[in-house]
């Protein structure tokens, strides 16, 4: 079995709650665990989050997912129902649906339930992706707030900046004018948002990616949040090549030596989920000590710089991200995000998770 594997650690998961929570004080806590819990796995997660008050999922099998792995807690589908069946199905399995158009509103009125569901209403209030715009919100409320198949609204927004110098005071002022009037549970604050804007917090939080030890904003490392990175991807080196000057390694002959360089041969690659476009340069550990990647990534290896590593040899231990090199380290050399690289890695990399 080639040597490459993911180990989720579910004390990482449970501490980053804990801050989560330092952060939040009174609101409750919805676990974002849509796109596989980050990638991490969804019943992994789930398992080691489960003291969380409720699970925020992308689709309707991850919620059922988790309902019938005995998850009781109100489970939001984010982008809602997309049609009358998975409005139905929803319904027989309690779970909590965001609506964010007029369709969607048709649609519940329209429809025979056999238990009514809790909505989450989703306001625009400027990232112009989802929800309805602070015009036609009140309107929206109204008639949910009068069907019968609606149990209980939530009032929703989502901000697009609140990790950036513009910060929330702009759509969270535009969201709480429209709302002013009613009376309902709020949920504003996803992972930047709870650790930079406490003005923001109110009743439900939803954290994300901070709950998987990353930054949520960046130029600044996890770790400064008192974040633990609840993946490590790992591997071996399979073998070693030793570069003359003028030498090249790997398609494309991305890197060329300038001296007499020792190459290690990772067993990881695009095909397991490893950012095809990592540059020179791109932070690896093997042995436990920082180095950095050399050429071209292919589908199935990598190359590492070994060079100042001499005791490193074939099956020596590398760490693709994890503790000793940041996932977001390895995003910011490679020109993405830590969620893209977490989300990324593939199904055939085994998945194990340790406390």
Same mark, same amino acid.
């Given at each position: 079995?080639?040597?490459?594997?993911?180990?989720?650690?579910?004390?990482?998961?449970? +501490?980053?709650?804990?801050?989560?929570?330092?952060? *939040?004080?009174?609101?409750?806590?919805?676990?974002?665990?849509?796109? $596989?819990?980050?990638? +991490?796995?969804?019943?992994?997660?789930?398992?080691?989050?489960?003291?969380?008050?409720?699970?925020?999922?992308?689709?309707?099998?991850?919620?059922?997912?988790?309902? &019938?792995?005995?998850? !009781?807690? !109100?489970?939001?589908?984010? !982008?809602?129902?997309?049609?009358? &069946? !998975?409005?139905?199905?929803?319904?027989?399995?309690?779970?909590?649906?965001?609506? +964010?158009?007029?369709?969607?509103?048709?649609?519940?009125?329209?429809?025979?339930?056999?238990?009514?569901?809790?909505?989450?209403?989703?306001?625009?209030?400027?990232? $112009?992706?989802?929800?309805?715009?602070?015009?036609?919100?009140?309107?929206?409320?109204?008639?949910?707030?009068?069907?019968?198949?609606?149990?209980?609204?939530?009032?929703?927004?989502?901000?697009?900046?609140?990790?950036?110098?513009?910060?929330?005071?702009?759509?969270?002022? =535009?969201?709480?004018?429209?709302?002013?009037?009613?009376?309902?549970?709020?949920?504003?604050?996803?992972?930047?948002?709870?650790?930079? +804007?406490? &003005?923001?917090?109110?009743?439900?939080?939803?954290?994300?990616?901070?709950?998987?030890?990353?930054?949520?904003?960046?130029?600044?490392?996890? *770790?400064?949040?008192?974040?633990?990175?609840?993946?490590?991807?790992?591997?071996?080196?399979?073998?070693?090549?030793?570069?003359?000057?003028?030498?090249?390694?790997?398609?494309?002959?991305?890197?060329?030596?300038?001296?007499?360089? =020792?190459?290690?041969?990772?067993?990881?690659?695009?095909?397991?989920?490893?950012?095809?476009?990592?540059? $020179?340069?791109?932070?690896?550990?093997?042995?436990?000590?920082?180095?950095?990647?050399?050429?071209?990534?292919?589908?199935?290896?990598?190359?590492?710089?070994?060079?100042?590593?001499? &005791?490193?040899?074939?099956?020596?231990?590398?760490?693709?991200?994890?503790?000793?090199?940041?996932?977001?380290?390895?995003?910011?050399?490679?020109?993405?995000?830590?969620?893209?690289?977490?989300?990324?890695?593939?199904?055939?990399?085994?998945?194990?998770?340790?406390?």
């Amino acid at each position: 079995m080639r040597p490459i594997q993911a180990t989720i650690s579910t004390g990482a998961l449970q +501490h980053n709650l804990t801050v989560v929570r330092r952060h *939040a004080k009174t609101a409750k806590v919805m676990a974002v665990v849509k796109a $596989n819990g980050y990638g +991490h796995g969804l019943i992994h997660v789930a398992h080691a989050l489960n003291s969380a008050d409720a699970f925020a999922t992308l689709n309707l099998t991850e919620a059922i997912d988790l309902r &019938e792995a005995g998850f !009781e807690q !109100e489970i939001l589908l984010l !982008e809602g129902a997309f049609d009358e &069946e !998975e409005l139905r199905i929803a319904a027989s399995f309690e779970i909590s649906l965001v609506v +964010h158009n007029a369709f969607q509103i048709n649609m519940i009125k329209n429809v025979q339930l056999a238990k009514s569901v809790n909505i989450y209403l989703k306001m625009n209030t400027g990232m $112009n992706r989802l929800g309805f715009v602070p015009s036609t919100y009140l309107s929206a409320y109204e008639q949910l707030s009068t069907c019968d198949n609606v149990s209980s609204i939530t009032l929703m927004t989502h901000f697009a900046t609140a990790d950036e110098a513009a910060g929330v005071a702009k759509p969270l002022a =535009r969201f709480t004018e429209i709302i002013k009037e009613i009376d309902a549970p709020i949920s504003l604050a996803n992972s930047a948002t709870i650790l930079l +804007h406490p &003005e923001a917090h109110a009743d439900w939080v939803r954290p994300g990616i901070m709950l998987y030890g990353a930054t949520p904003v960046s130029g600044t490392p996890a *770790a400064n949040f008192d974040l633990k990175p609840a993946m490590q991807l790992t591997s071996q080196i399979i073998s070693i090549q030793t570069l003359a000057q003028g030498d090249s390694v790997g398609y494309g002959e991305k890197f060329t030596a300038t001296k007499a360089t =020792r190459i290690g041969v990772v067993a990881c690659g695009y095909a397991d989920g490893y950012p095809r476009h990592a540059p $020179n340069g791109t932070p690896i550990a093997v042995n436990g000590k920082i180095t950095s990647t050399l050429g071209r990534v292919s589908m199935d290896m990598l190359f590492c710089d070994l060079t100042d590593i001499p &005791e490193a040899d074939i099956g020596a231990a590398v760490e693709l991200w994890g503790v000793t090199v940041p996932v977001d380290a390895v995003a910011e050399a490679s020109g993405t995000v830590g969620y893209e690289l977490l989300c990324a890695v593939a199904p055939r990399v085994p998945m194990s998770a340790v406390a």
